[in-house]
């Protein structure tokens, strides 16, 4: 068998041969033959992914993968779309007794905080038939599930299609903790010049302003889903000059108003 992963374009091509991986926008489905099938998620995946994924996902009941090791990899979310999650965890429950007697056991892997109590716990609601364990090392993972040996070809993939780059890991870690910094104040807490920065950033495909765009953005999507805050005390916390500013800017990147976004999303956050 190849020592890399061959890349498909179509969930078909998984048939129990070969090692074989196929990328959705924010996740990789892979195989390694029949002995271990997996998933990897990265960034914020949203409803339309996990749609994308269930079709893949729904390989692994194949008779032909009996007895496999199970992978699910969560350690490069960013973050938790409430909906997708429960779109996702309502299909792992429904199908998990289809999936008892393929899977030999199972491996998830997760972050730290709390993104990594919402993938590490999720199981244990789900309770599915197999064994399971939760890892935050992939080398625990891959001896634990009797398949060490394929650890290096699985990490160079995943650092080959999904790894965020250094410099925009510390930037959006240097945003969380420091909120709506300015370029100037980012790049001194990266001890680099604004200059020196903005070259990096566009060396991997993104810039400072996206950045910081993005941060916002994801800002506002908390405040809406996990608070009560009327939009005129959002828009003041998230820098914008009104209410509407804020209407529009979020109309114009999510196809819907805020009031939209959050009567979709706070029921379920809220418990309402």
Not at 79 to 103: C, H, M, Q
């Given at each position: 068998m190849s020592a890399k992963f061959t890349q498909v374009f179509d969930e078909r091509a998984f048939t129990g041969e070969g090692r074989l991986a196929f990328l959705g926008r924010c996740f990789m489905y892979w195989q390694d033959g029949t002995r271990a099938l997996g998933t990897v998620m990265w960034g914020r995946p949203l409803e339309a992914?996990?749609?994308q994924m269930i079709p893949v996902f729904e390989l692994g009941a194949?008779?032909?993968?009996?007895?496999?090791?199970?992978?699910?990899?969560?350690?490069?979310?960013?973050?938790?779309?409430?909906?997708?999650?429960?779109?996702?965890?309502?299909?792992?429950?429904?199908?998990?007794?289809?999936?008892?007697?393929?899977?030999?056991?199972?491996?998830v892997l997760h972050p730290s905080g709390f993104i990594g109590v919402m993938v590490a716990g999720a199981l244990h609601v789900a309770r599915p038939p197999y064994p399971f364990k939760t890892f935050e090392d992939d080398v625990a993972a891959f001896a634990w599930s009797g398949v060490p040996r394929l650890r290096s070809a699985y990490r160079a993939q995943v650092e080959a299609v999904c790894a965020v780059p250094e410099v925009v890991r510390a930037v959006r870690d240097a945003l969380r903790e420091g909120g709506r910094l300015k370029s100037a104040e980012l790049a001194e807490r990266l001890n680099v010049s604004e200059r020196t920065l903005q070259r990096r950033l566009e060396a991997v495909g993104t810039s400072l302003r996206a950045e910081q765009e993005l941060h916002v953005s994801r800002s506002v999507e908390q405040l809406l889903a996990q608070t009560d805050l009327t939009l005129d005390a959002i828009a003041a916390m998230s820098g914008f000059h009104s209410a509407s500013h804020l209407a529009r800017r979020f109309k114009q990147t999510h196809g819907q108003t805020p009031g939209e976004w959050r009567a979709r999303h706070q029921p379920l956050t809220s418990g309402r």
């Open positions: 992914d996990i749609e194949e008779r032909h993968y009996r007895g496999h090791s199970s992978f699910v990899d969560g350690r490069r979310l960013e973050s938790i779309d409430v909906l997708a999650f429960s779109k996702l965890l309502a299909y792992v429950t429904r199908r998990r007794e289809v999936w008892g007697p393929n899977i030999g056991r199972q491996a």
